[in-house]
């Protein structure tokens, strides 16, 4: 999930042979058309990356503008919240279409690599023909769609709504001309000749069935055929879209427009615009210089300690947490920093990958963490209140690790570094002060409702900008460019995952789940410690295999009323469920962000999953912990006066 730089827009054209244009794709007789198109495409590109970087820069604009107004004069934009509708759909569609092309859609790969390469070679290709297929149908309801927005105007600006359908279609066309590049130059002719007719056939078969399945033979047909998809190395966000249209087509429950509207709405919560700021804010504070100040002040407070730098690990992901919500920008950030340090002291790429791994899972309910927005957007939790529930949950499988570390370590007799001098510490400290004042405003501000997170995120990017140019000195304005490129890229592929799982997760009401989750509850007994372990084993499967945010907008809504009336808070329930999801995508060897570890401390998957087997034993023990000890949820909210959990 590494995120390409601006200059490397597209390397396609600049790989092209002066012979006929072959490679792995078609043997083109005109070298100079097969050129012409890679650069069209090569424009378009670099056009939609432009685009959703003005969305980035208007959308903090009018945030921080709109604060500005209300701090000073207490007054607000009105038009914001409808302005911010419009980048929301710039970023998630157009920055999705782009995170496709750039290879961003994370993908499991762990299945297929088992298989010979001539099979592999036609699961690629039929992977790419099936999003081809998939956006071709969303793109064809989708103008459906975009008439019936063009009969209204939004409330204050008086514009058609239209214009926030827009960049669904404009994206879904992206897609299809990204797929259909990717069959035309990345995979053999036969392979694509072969895969085509088979993937347009299973289509139509689809689209002409003379009849109407009720909704528990569709479910049954289309969960399936969404976790092999899933398993065959679609992308989690296709498989999505590619679940609901097939439910929609498969029963009456509603025309295929209803998929595309979904689709649309799932970006339509306010709440999600603290998602790209957060990304951008976390992205800055890698490339500026910030982690590094708190890897050094982490390496003063417990480098001394048995396993020291594994320790540093597991304090700077906490540290670094409260500044960036993303967990794949939390790994990469602090795994940069350490990984020479790690080999200059001896320690294996596969024990710094483990470490790496245990403390990004840990961190999942330490704000400000996306999954929190997420869950905070689809249920009605506060955001504010559950900031600052997660801060103990996070501490108390931090200390189970680090005990870990310490046992390990003694055992294996590793030897120990010097403590920091007082002088070191002090200026650690002083290093680590301006970087951690974010941390700080960010949930004072949600918690007192001093801001709302939109706000309270824009700020965060505007003091991380500030820190790293005026006062760091470590961006410059190409730096800053490109980061706002890889925040559009990122942000668009997580918003874009959140789109499809707000149409999957409407199907899956509209195939009546709930009640047949509840009819499982009742078969179990109504147990609260067997809905608790349950809970943990569904989510922490499933979340290995979705990515984790899809996990939380389908599943969030359907089991915490279940978890209320067993008598669970659900706030509770909430840290349970982040954790959990948190284990499943960093858990080997499906786990996405469990390879983002491997990739970062340049170490061996396979070895690194049997050294996490340990660390995943300590992580579930925690996790158990903070299921079974509700206080460890409950304290800090009561301390601030939070009475109504």
């Given amino acids: 999930m590494n995120v390409a730089s601006e200059g490397q827009l597209s390397t396609a054209a600049a790989t092209v042979p002066s012979a006929p244009v072959q490679g792995r794709g078609i043997a083109w007789r005109s070298e100079r058309l097969a050129l012409g198109i890679r650069r069209l495409l090569d424009g378009i590109d670099a056009s939609a990356r432009y685009i959703v970087v003005v969305a980035l820069l208007s959308e903090l604009s009018v945030v921080l503008t709109d604060v500005t107004i209300r701090f000073l004069f207490t007054q607000s934009l009105l038009w914001s919240e409808e302005a911010s509708k419009l980048c929301l759909t710039t970023l998630a569609f157009l920055g999705g279409a782009l995170a496709y092309r750039s290879r961003h859609h994370t993908a499991i790969q762990f299945v297929t690599r088992f298989f010979p390469l001539a099979i592999q070679d036609g699961i690629a290709a039929g992977v790419d023909m099936l999003i081809l297929c998939i956006g071709l149908v969303t793109l064809y309801v989708s103008f459906d769609l975009f008439e019936v927005a063009a009969t209204a105007l939004t409330p204050i600006l008086q514009i058609s709504t239209a214009w926030i359908v827009l960049p669904f279609n404009v994206g879904l066309g992206l897609i299809v001309l990204f797929a259909a590049e990717r069959l035309a130059f990345d995979h053999p002719p036969r392979v694509v000749l072969t895969v085509i007719p088979t993937v347009v056939l299973l289509f139509v078969v689809v689209g002409m069935l003379p009849f109407a399945l009720n909704n528990s033979t569709a479910l049954g047909i289309m969960l399936p055929l969404f976790f092999i998809t899933v398993l065959l190395g679609l992308p989690v966000s296709f498989s999505l879209l590619l679940g609901s249209l097939f439910f929609l087509q498969l029963t009456d429950a509603a025309p295929l427009i209803a998929a595309a509207q979904n689709t649309v709405d799932g970006t339509s919560h306010f709440i999600l615009l603290t998602l790209p700021f957060f990304i951008w804010a976390g992205l800055i504070m890698e490339k500026g210089g910030i982690s590094v100040r708190l890897v050094r002040f982490a390496m003063a407070l417990v480098g001394h300690l048995r396993g020291g730098l594994l320790q540093v690990v597991v ?176 942000a668009g592929m997580v918003l874009f995952i959140i789109a499809s799982a707000g149409s999957f997760a409407w199907t899956l009401t509209a195939a009546n789940l709930p009640a047949l989750l509840i009819k499982v509850l009742h078969l179990a007994g109504d147990s609260p410690t067997l809905f608790l372990i349950g809970s943990l084993v569904i989510l922490i499967a499933i979340g290995s295999l979705l990515e984790g945010l899809p996990v939380l907008i389908i599943l969030g809504p359907l089991l915490l009323p279940i978890a209320a009336q067993l008598g669970i808070g659900s706030i509770h329930y909430a840290m349970v469920m982040l954790l959990a999801m948190g284990i499943g995508i960093f858990i080997p060897p499906i786990g996405i962000c469990f390879y983002i570890s491997c990739a970062v401390s340049e170490a061996d998957v396979e070895s690194t999953a049997k050294t996490m087997l340990p660390y995943l034993a300590v992580l579930i023990l925690g996790v158990l912990a903070v299921a079974f000890v509700p206080w460890f949820t409950h304290v800090v909210p009561r301390l601030l006066g939070d009475t109504a959990l």
Wanted: hydrophobic letters at 55%; glycine letters at 8%; aromatic letters at 10%.
């Fill in 315 to 490: 304090v700077t992901i906490y540290l670094v947490s409260g500044i960036s919500g993303s967990k794949a920008a939390d790994v990469v950030a602090v795994g940069s920093v350490v990984r020479r340090e790690l080999k200059r002291q001896g320690y294996r790429p596969e024990e710094g990958a483990s470490v790496l791994s245990a403390a990004g899972a840990m961190s999942e309910t330490i704000p400000p963490s996306i999954a929190m927005l997420v869950l905070g957007s689809v249920t009605p939790i506060s955001i504010g209140t559950l900031f600052v529930a997660g801060l103990l949950p996070a501490a108390v499988i931090a200390l189970f690790l680090m005990v870990s570390i310490y046992f390990f370590a003694w055992w294996r007799d590793t030897p120990r570094a010097p403590r920091a001098t007082p002088l070191e510490l002090l200026k650690a400290s002083a290093g680590a002060i301006l970087p951690l004042i974010m941390p700080v405003i960010m949930v004072v501000g949600i918690k007192f409702g001093y801001a709302t997170p939109t706000e309270v995120s824009a700020v965060a990017v505007f003091y991380g900008i500030v820190l790293s140019v005026a006062i760091y000195r470590s961006i410059d304005a190409r730096t800053f460019f490109t980061i706002a490129v890889d925040c559009g890229l990122l």
